[in-house]
C-alpha cells in the first residue's frame, strides 16, 4: 500500500495491528501518529478533531477500564493507492468496570459489547473515523435502564432545550482532498466534560 509502513500486510493488518498497539500495549500516544492533522472522529456523542481528544478520551476509558480488550472479529475493506483506503472494523470488547468514570462508580462488573470502527486512510494514517459502540450493551449490563441512561445525558447538559445536538446544520461533513481539516472547534462537548469524558476514544 502506497504511503503505508511496509510492516503492514494490507488495510485489515494495518487496523488490526494499530489497534492493539492503542489498546492492548497501552500506546496511546501512537494515536498522534496514526490520526491525521484535524481529521474528524464521528459518534453519536457528536463529532471532535485531531488526535488530542482522542488521546484524552482514550486514557479516560482504559482509566474505568484498565484491563479492556478490543478483539477484532473482522476488517472488510476497499480502496486503492489512488482513492485511499476505507475499512469498516467490528470489534469485540471486553472490560472490567473497576474506576469511577462517565458509567459511575466502579460495580466490578464485567462486560462484553462490540463496536464497528469505520475508518477512511491514507499514508499510513486514518484522516476520517465513524465510530458506533453499544452503548445499551454497556448499561443494561451495569444494571443501568437506556432510556433513564438517555434521559440522565440529556439533563446534565441543562435538559432538552439546552442540551449539545450531536448533528446538525453547522457540522461539517466534506473530506478535503489532503485529508487535513482546518476546523478545529468541538460540535459535542458537554459541561460534564470537564470531569468525565464522554468524547469518542478511538474505539
Known amino acids: 500500500m502506497k504511503g503505508f509502513d511496509s510492516k503492514y500486510r494490507d488495510l485489515p493488518d494495518y487496523i488490526l495491528q494499530i489497534t492493539h498497539q492503542i489498546w492492548e500495549e497501552k500506546d496511546v500516544e501512537s494515536i498522534n501518529q496514526y490520526y491525521a492533522k484535524g481529521m474528524p472522529t464521528r459518534s453519536p456523542q457528536g463529532v471532535i478533531y485531531g488526535a488530542e481528544p482522542v488521546v484524552k478520551a482514550t486514557y479516560a ?3 474505568e477500564f484498565p484491563d479492556r480488550q478490543l478483539l477484532g472479529e473482522d476488517v472488510i475493506w476497499i ?7 476505507f475499512s469498516s472494523h467490528r ?3 471486553r472490560a472490567t468496570h473497576a474506576n469511577l468514570g462517565v458509567y459511575g462508580e466502579p460495580t466490578g462488573k464485567k462486560l462484553s459489547y462490540r463496536v464497528i470502527a469505520d475508518c477512511a486512510c491514507r499514508n ?3 484522516y476520517d473515523e465513524w ?7 454497556i448499561v443494561r449490563q451495569l444494571d443501568i435502564d437506556p432510556q433513564k441512561y438517555a434521559h440522565k445525558l440529556i439533563q446534565d447538559e441543562g435538559g432538552i432545550d439546552k442540551c449539545t ?15 487535513i481539516y ?3 472547534l468541538y460540535t459535542s462537548p458537554s459541561p460534564r466534560d470537564a470531569t468525565l469524558s464522554r468524547m469518542p476514544s478511538s474505539a
Open 61 to 63: 476509558t482504559l482509566e
Open 79 to 85: 480502496g486503492n493507492d489512488d482513492e485511499g483506503y
Open 91 to 93: 470489534i469485540f470488547t
Open 124 to 126: 499510513n494514517q486514518v
Open 131 to 137: 465510530l458506533v459502540r453499544d452503548q445499551g450493551a
Open 165 to 179: 445536538i450531536p448533528f446538525n446544520q453547522n457540522t461539517p461533513n466534506e473530506v478535503p482532498s489532503d485529508g
Open 182 to 184: 482546518t476546523c478545529l
